[in-house]
């Protein structure tokens, strides 16, 4: 379980990182370490090169920018989980970030690290997906923005090119009276989710539902954004009856797979079951 | 092969190593600090845990040439100056808070990170501070309880 040899190379700036990037052949970031090493120590990834990011703190930070809250891709979990100005602007990355493993691996893991790794089971993908967030690039070329929800092709891997680079991420800010809720079936707590659902709701002074965003995860190749149910929910007040109707319509939307963690079958029911619960915890 | 300078337990160390050897290798076999257990080597037992300035990591999920400049603190630093047991370690005695002893050193250092921040945390936060540390011996409730006693302790102390 050891890795196998790479050459190292300590980033100590943006511009450092991509030219090393466009440069050496079968490079690989580095951000938390938390999947990659792991994937290295098994030898399911041999990059030839590992570029360190860890150490360029233009990367890391939060700044309410905009309408947006940007993340610094090289943010720690931990810090984004103890910001205030995330749990007050982005209250559904708050609440997806507390099931996104144990203390120590939010230490060193991060924000950008995870969208980038695009695990379908990941929570953080999932909130970037309801929320609609930007995703940063940049290459020795040049940057782009691509929008989470036209950012990923499959299960770990994106539209990403190799010689590109996660910058930040660009979370909505809602305004008004926001409701969130984040609903997780997994092994233990702490664990990748078998089937999570996100879901944030904006609500008017007469308690009408006036905006939703939901999506699921780890039922589909990635986390899927479930229009129809926010389309249902908006002009309408939420009660029990409501919650339990409009989940049924994420089933066409799910294309789960058996696993050695849970049956297909189980991923769709659950699926419409987490729904229901997460409208009804944004609302309450 | 690189040169690798580091703090550890307070005292400057250095000593080299290829970029492909975690630093938990490092600390075992080229510092000659072997607190620091290896379990899974793949992050999922918390056994390797480590103070990485301030904060508790996985010592398996990082290359030792990452550490280069940085501050560790390992399983012995929470000794006392003369050797003898710190306040964490006397309470997982007291406390029965290991049999094997195989998870320890990491729980000790999950323990010590939760203490910094208060001396009287509640279950709680000793459960989410534990969350990624794995015992196969104790069913848990017996760590539980050292991490109180050994809060109790230092609250005692100050
Ligand atoms: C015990 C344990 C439990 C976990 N539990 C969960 C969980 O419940 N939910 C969850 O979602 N995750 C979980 N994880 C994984 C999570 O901790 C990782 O942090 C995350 O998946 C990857 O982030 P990272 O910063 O560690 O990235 P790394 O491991 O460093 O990188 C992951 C991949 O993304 C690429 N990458 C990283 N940053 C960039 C960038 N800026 N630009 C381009 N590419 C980049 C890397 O090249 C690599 O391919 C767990 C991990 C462990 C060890
Ligand atoms: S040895 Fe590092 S987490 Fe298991
Ligand atoms: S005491 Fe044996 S694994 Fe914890």
């Known amino acids: ?284 | 092969m690189s040169m690798i300078k580091l703090t550890v337990n307070g005292v400057a160390r250095s000593a080299s190593a290829e970029p492909r050897m975690s630093l938990l290798d490092f600390l075992r076999e080229n510092l000659g600090l072997n607190a620091t257990h290896m379990g899974c080597e793949h992050g999922v037992c918390g056994a390797c845990s480590v103070i990485l300035d301030g904060a508790p990591v996985r010592s398996c999920l990082l290359f030792a040439v990452q550490a280069d400049g940085h501050a560790i603190t390992t399983a012995e630093g929470l000794r006392k100056d003369d050797g003898t047991p710190g306040v964490i370690m006397d309470s997982f005695m007291e406390a029965h808070g290991l049999q094997c002893g195989y998870c320890t050193p990491g729980m000790m250092i999950a323990a010590h990170a939760l203490l910094e921040q208060t001396t009287s945390p509640s279950d709680d936060e000793i459960h989410e501070a534990i969350g990624g540390n794995l015992c196969r011996c104790t069913g848990y409730a017996q760590i539980v309880e050292a991490i109180r006693l050994a809060g109790r302790r230092m609250k005692d102390a100050s």
């Not at chain 1, 703190?57 to 891709?73: F, K, V």
């Not at chain 1, 690290?113 to 967030?133: C, F, Q």
């Open chain 1, 1 to 284: 379980m050891k890795a196998a040899s790479f050459d190292y190379i300590r980033a100590t700036s943006l511009d450092h990182a991509l030219s090393a990037l466009a440069e050496s052949e079968d490079a690989i970031i580095l951000a938390g370490g938390q999947t990659l090493v792991p994937m290295m120590a098994m030898r399911l990834a041999r990059p030839a090169t590992l570029i360190d990011l860890n150490e360029i703190s233009e990367l890391a930070g939060i700044t309410n920018r905009d309408g947006y809250l940007s993340i610094g891709t090289m943010t720690r979990q931990a810090a984004a989980l103890a910001s205030t100005e995330v749990n007050a602007q982005t209250p559904l990355l708050a609440k997806a970030l507390s099931f996104v493993g144990h203390t120590q691996t939010r230490n060193r893991g991060t924000v950008g690290g995870s969208i980038a790794h695009g695990d379908p089971s990941a929570e953080i993908p999932l909130a970037a997906i309801a929320l609609n967030a930007e995703i940063g690039l940049a290459s020795r070329t040049g940057t782009r923005t691509v929008t989470a929800r036209d950012f990923y092709t499959g299960p770990l891997s994106s539209v990403r090119r190799t010689d590109e680079c996660l910058t930040e991420i660009r979370f909505p800010i809602w305004s008004g009276t926001v409701g969130v809720g984040f609903q997780e079936i997994s092994p233990r707590h702490g664990d990748f989710a078998i089937v999570a659902v996100a879901a944030q709701l904006e609500f008017g002074a007469d308690k009408v539902c006036r905006r939703a965003s939901i999506a699921v995860g780890g039922a589909s190749a990635n986390p899927v954004h479930a229009a129809e149910v926010e389309a249902a929910l908006v002009g309408k007040r939420i009660d029990p009856r409501l919650a339990n109707e409009v989940s049924r319509a994420v089933d066409p939307i799910l294309s789960p797979t058996d696993d050695l963690h849970a049956t297909a079958a189980y991923r769709r029911r659950v699926a419409r079951v987490l729904t229901e619960r997460a409208i009804l915890e944004a609302a309450a």
